[in-house]
């Protein structure tokens, strides 16, 4: 292996190492990894340009302008409240109808945004009722990684690999992956229930009060309630025929994003673009000029041919290998700069002769989602989630969420390895 891999590799492992510690911020760390590639020579400034997905960003930056304008409206807080109701204001089924919502959203949305809605409203009515609110976040934590595994927009893994592969369009995670994921998701709920159906009783009079809540007084601006659910609608329109109509999903994301911004009127621009998170955006500039290191110096490609020789190119044996070293990857690690590496390495096997990619891209998407439930530091959501739920008084520490999670996640795991197998091999 050459001078140049060798630097190219030391850089990225040090920068993935200094992520893992959570010393400094990811988003500094990974884009001084990109930068040190380009200052050491691996890349040219050109070449690193030419590596930055900008679909990719453009998707993410999009869904953000629209969400934080829709979120303003108190939409989301409304339907909170008003599914717990529906539920009678009893807690077990409060729980599961709070895990299906977060789960819908997390597929339309994207999960971080999706908990950041659903936490306080859940603190508001679990002080109604009186229980402790620990049960009903774990279960949307699992909830918004399950949903988010459902379609192309729900998880910034999904949002990489359909990127990354053109063919991979909006329709075709619905057909591949929303199915699994709902399944996966009616599979877990009941054994949430079985956990925590002691723990979280409450009083005939709490429930009462809870049901005389007004879940309308939640809708602070009606008319742009309305223009914001009328272009939420279009966008996700768009993205079910955005292949027909040969436009890349990241046009489709920002054409709502700045219709929406048309029709809502100035004065929400600035608010707009203060709600994209920036800091997200630029960790994914640093994390794929970091891995076009490893692309440039040939890195991956060996990677792919020790991963060929180890699997004799088997789809079969990639596909579960794909699988469960993702998910086990992604519940200890951050899940985004993982499928950064991998995407190229699965391209890069293609290119050496396995014809039939598209179970490797599924084993990694279910692999990397799912992966995430399984430590409290596995994915954005569930550290989101912890951090709020400590500020409140509720600490969820990393034991505790390890004793529920990790089963779960590994029969998650288990669900999608038969499924590939049935559907695929």
């Given amino acids: 292996m050459e001078q140049q891999a060798w630097i190219a590799i030391g850089i990225f492992l040090i920068i993935y190492g200094i992520i893992i510690s959570e010393k400094i911020h990811r988003t500094i760390v990974a884009m001084i990894g990109g930068i040190l590639m380009v200052v050491a020579g691996i890349v040219s400034q050109e070449e690193a340009l030419h590596h930055i997905d900008f679909n990719t960003l453009g998707l993410l930056v999009g869904m953000m302008i629209i969400v934080g304008i829709t979120a303003e409206t108190g939409v989301f807080k409304f339907v909170a409240l008003w599914s717990a109701k529906k539920a009678g204001g009893h807690p077990v089924r409060i729980l599961i109808v709070l895990s ?17 809605l659903m936490v306080p409203v859940t603190f508001s009515i679990t002080r109604q009722l009186r229980v402790t609110p620990i049960p009903f976040l774990i279960s949307q934590i699992m909830a918004s990684n399950i949903g988010g595994t459902a379609t192309l927009i729900g998880d910034p ?8 592969v053109k063919e ?51 809708i602070t601006n009606p008319a742009l309630m309305k223009k914001c659910l009328a272009v939420l609608g279009l966008t996700i329109v768009g993205f079910f025929i955005h292949q027909a109509v040969h436009l890349e999903s990241a046009t489709v994301a ?4 700045f219709l929406m911004l048309l029709l809502t009127g100035e004065r929400y621009l600035e608010e707009a673009f203060h709600r994209v998170e920036w800091t997200t955006i630029f960790f994914f500039v640093g994390l794929f000029v970091l ?49 950064a590496t991998m995407i190229p390495m699965i391209q890069e096997m293609g290119a050496m002769g396995v014809d039939n990619l598209e179970p490797l891209w599924w084993s990694l998407a279910l692999g990397a989602c799912l992966g995430g439930n399984g430590t409290l530091i596995g994915a954005s959501a569930n550290l989101i989630v912890a951090g709020l739920s400590a500020r409140e008084g509720h600490p969820i520490s990393f034991v505790s969420y390890l004793k529920i999670a990790f089963p779960l996640m590994v029969l998650s795991i288990i669900i999608a390895n038969v499924y590939i197998y049935l559907r695929y091999l």
């Fill in 254 to 257: 920002l054409a709502g994003a």
């Fill in 157 to 164: 893994p999904n949002i990489m690999i359909g990127s990354a």
């Fill in 168 to 218: 991979l369009t909006f329709m075709a995670f619905i057909n591949n992956l929303t199915l699994i994921s709902f399944f996966i998701l009616l599979v877990i709920l009941p054994v949430f229930v079985l956990l925590y159906r002691k723990q979280i009783r409450t009083t005939e009079e709490l429930r009462q009060n809870m049901m005389k809540l007004d879940e309308k007084a939640e």
């Fill in 291 to 339: 891995v076009s290191g490893l692309v440039e110096t040939g890195v991956i490609a060996a990677l792919a041919e020790h991963t060929m020789n180890l699997t004799g190119g088997d789809v079969a044996k990639s596909s579960v290998l794909i699988l469960w070293l993702s998910a086990m990857a992604s519940a200890f690690l951050d899940n985004i700069p993982f499928v």
């Fill in 100 to 116: 299906v919502v977060t789960a819908v959203g997390s597929a339309f949305l994207d999960n971080v945004t999706t908990v950041l």
